[in-house]
């Protein structure tokens, strides 16, 4: 039998890799490598997030208070919650924050983005940067220097009031007055956030919607109910979700300046599980809490965003 002849009956192999082992799938590979990425942040997320939140879910059906035993007592921490009145005064309370803070906050920060947005503003940069600097700054930093603002004895506010005739007193001792202050305080320092977003929403906003809306003799207050709002709906949308959200967690401000005084008028969901868990040791009874303030929150958003969800197709058809 020739050399050929052998050749012929032996099929040809390519040969193998060093180490005799098979190279991977391509797409076992890949999501190898995404679950490297991933394992670290989901990892911390677990512990930090999911985990704590998981505890609290278990302690809102019992009644711990972080010594001795517990006792598991079912959804009676959730009913305390619809039946306390001072519960359901700091539910009001925290409602008001949201009707005072949401609108003003938007408002201020929309018409301020329209400013700044404008080719006729000089120095543009420079005050889109003075507005926003107010947000960097702590919450709680913010309200102690604010604190110093409104005192009545050596505040400068009072004392550049007094200046033209105009006396305010003690704001934040006035029940009447003091969530109106918080609220100020609050928006003081959250609008230059929101004007940043608005800003972003205009810049998007194709430049030749305004120039037929020009040659169609449209003013400016025509171009911008037109034009602009209905154009910025989804943005409107987004803002006003994470501020709704922010003054439903209203704590900081509220904390350094009143305390939740006077007489409670200032005493928001957050501060009573504050009070609830760190104070009075009801750990139970400030998980149900955090969970009932959880769902509002989600139920809330799911509402705003499925209404401008409706608007933006209406628009747009």
Do not use: C, H
């Amino acid at each position: 039998m020739t050399t050929s002849s052998l050749q012929r009956r032996r099929p040809w192999r390519p040969p193998g890799q060093l180490g005799g082992r098979r190279p991977l799938n391509d797409g076992f590979r890949r999501r190898a490598v995404v679950v490297g990425f991933l394992a670290p942040a989901l990892i911390i997320l677990t512990a930090f997030v999911g985990w704590p939140m998981l505890s609290a879910l278990r302690l809102s059906f019992t009644d711990a208070s972080g010594f001795g035993q517990e006792t598991w007592v079912g959804l009676e921490n959730y009913a305390r919650v619809f039946t306390d009145s001072s519960i359901l005064q700091a539910i009001g309370n925290t409602a008001l924050y949201a009707v005072l803070f949401t609108p003003v906050a938007l408002i201020a920060a929309l018409v301020l983005a329209l400013a700044v947005n404008s080719p006729q503003l000089p120095f543009r940069g420079f005050f889109r940067t003075t507005l926003f600097l107010p947000f960097i700054v702590s919450l709680a930093v913010a309200a102690f220097a604010w604190s110093y603002l409104l005192d009545p004895q050596i505040g400068l506010l009072n004392y550049w009031l007094q200046a033209v005739g105009i006396r305010i007193g003690n704001v934040l001792e006035d029940p009447a007055l003091a969530m109106p202050t918080v609220v100020l305080v609050a928006v003081w320092k959250s609008f230059g956030f929101y004007m940043v977003i608005f800003l972003a929403g205009l810049q998007d906003i194709p430049k030749s919607l305004y120039e037929a809306a020009s040659l169609d003799g449209a003013n400016g207050w025509r171009r911008f109910t037109n034009v602009t709002f209905p154009m910025l709906s989804n943005t409107m949308a987004f803002v006003v979700v994470i501020a709704l959200i922010a003054a439903l967690q209203a704590f900081d401000q509220i904390y350094v300046l009143t305390g939740g005084g006077p007489y409670r008028s200032t005493q928001t969901i957050v501060m009573e599980i504050y009070q609830s868990g760190f104070k009075d040791l009801e750990l139970g009874f400030a998980s149900a809490l955090s969970y009932v303030l959880l769902v509002a929150t989600l139920l809330l958003s799911l509402v705003q965003f499925l209404f401008f969800g409706r608007r933006g197709e209406d628009t747009s058809s």
